[in-house]
């Protein structure tokens, strides 16, 4: 049986992130992870609860959260406690805080405990901004994708179209400028390409061209393991 690993997956937004890694988790039959829905979801409760944005005030917040996430035959779902809330992380208001919430650097410590446990026992593949930096960097397989503004506007804006919402690409993309900035700039666990990550442009890859890179990937990583493990058994 090959062995379970531990696969991240880090990038802005649009880089094509969540859909690859899914992709990825059920071609091997691992479990996907998406981070942001775990940051989201504490701002969403921040945002239901009036949440003071201080390092006290949302400590005390996360430390009490049961964050989890369920795989469904319709996807993956994330729950606070009982309550479903896939739908409601996505809505624009929470979309405009996530980047503030995320940077705080209580917040991010509760949550890189729990993403830490997830991923205990490998067989996971993980998609964040700070997993293969922070979250998990000695995992055993780490990409870093990347594309152009313009292809990550694109993608964002037939996105959020899909979802209902109305929507200009001059916003969209002034959007994503931004939370670029913040997220390269954060004191707190920055977007950053993760140490011996593999730097993966999907500019002009399809999901299927992505998903068969980082499959490549994984198997040039079983295949040296495989060649470690015969020469020390010889």
Do not use: C, W
């Not at 005390?60 to 996807?75: P, Q």
Request: proline share 3%; hydrophobic share 40%; charged share 25%.
């Amino acid at each position: 049986m090959a062995l379970q690993i531990v696969i991240t997956i880090d990038g802005p937004a649009g880089a094509g992130k969540s859909t690859t890694a899914r992709r990825v988790a059920e071609t091997l039959g691992y479990t996907y992870i998406d981070t942001g829905a775990m940051y989201r979801a504490v701002t969403l409760m921040a945002i239901r609860n009036h949440t003071p944005r201080t390092e006290a005030d949302m400590d005390a917040l996360a430390a009490r959260l049961n964050i989890h996430l369920e795989t469904t035959s319709s996807g993956q779902r994330t729950f606070v406690d009982s309550t479903d809330v896939t739908d409601s992380i996505r809505d624009p208001e929470v979309t405009n805080l996530v980047s503030e919430v995320s940077s705080i650097a209580s917040v991010r410590k509760h949550l890189v405990q729990k993403q830490r446990l997830m991923g205990l026992n490998g067989g996971v593949v993980m998609d964040g901004r700070d997993i293969g930096s922070v979250v998990f960097p000695n995992a055993q397989v780490k990409v870093f994708l990347v594309a152009d503004i313009e292809e990550r506007t694109r993608r964002r804006f037939a996105e959020l179209k899909s979802s209902g919402q109305e929507v200009s690409m001059d916003v969209v993309r002034k959007q994503l400028e931004e939370r670029d900035a913040k997220d390269s700039q954060r004191e707190n666990s920055p977007l950053i390409r993760p140490e011996g990550s593999t730097l993966l442009d999907t500019t002009h890859l399809t999901i299927e061209g992505q998903v068969k890179a980082i499959l490549k990937l994984v198997a040039e990583y079983q295949r040296a393991s495989d060649l470690v493990g015969k020469y020390f058994r010889l």
